[in-house]
């Protein structure tokens, strides 16, 4: 069973960073393409960043280029969101997805990720 376990979440102040973790377990993840999305409350899940299985390729969302910086370790089976210069318009729950495969017509959305964790709460005051 695949699982995807977030940490790193906690109040900050703004300008203030974080580091996020997705720990990975249950397959190999060699192949994988990771995402980091968040949802604050009343919105809708929001897509904040990629990269590629080969690592070769991210991309990130207008609102956190620039501030955010997604990396892997494949040793690790673990990704991470390097969060700077954070704004109080940051504060959201924070989730990682993983997925099998990489589109980039459809890297944005959430349909395109198989396996997602259970979310880690950022919050930035101001």
Same mark, same amino acid.
């Not at 109040?11 to 973790?21: I, K, P, T, Y």
């Not at 899940?45 to 370790?73: H, L, M």
């Not at 318009?89 to 017509?105: F, G, I, L």
């Given at each position: ?12 102040? /703004? ?7 997705? /720990? ?55 990704? $991470? ?19 099998? $495969? ?25």
């Amino acid at each position: 069973q695949v699982q995807l376990v977030e940490s790193g979440g906690g109040l900050v102040q /703004a300008g203030g960073s974080l580091r996020l973790s997705c /720990a990975a377990s249950g397959r190999t993840f060699d192949d994988t393409t990771w995402a980091w999305f968040r949802q604050a409350p009343g919105k809708e899940r929001e897509f904040v960043g990629v990269i590629s299985w080969s690592g070769d390729d991210t991309n990130y969302a207008d609102s956190v280029k620039g501030r955010f910086t997604i990396s892997t370790d494949s040793a690790k089976n673990t990704a $991470y969101l390097q969060m700077n210069n954070l704004k109080p318009e940051d504060t959201a729950v924070y989730y990682c997805a993983a997925s099998t $495969y990489y589109s980039v017509s459809n890297y944005h959305l959430t349909s395109h990720y198989d396996y997602w964790g259970q979310g880690t709460q950022v919050t930035v005051s101001p």
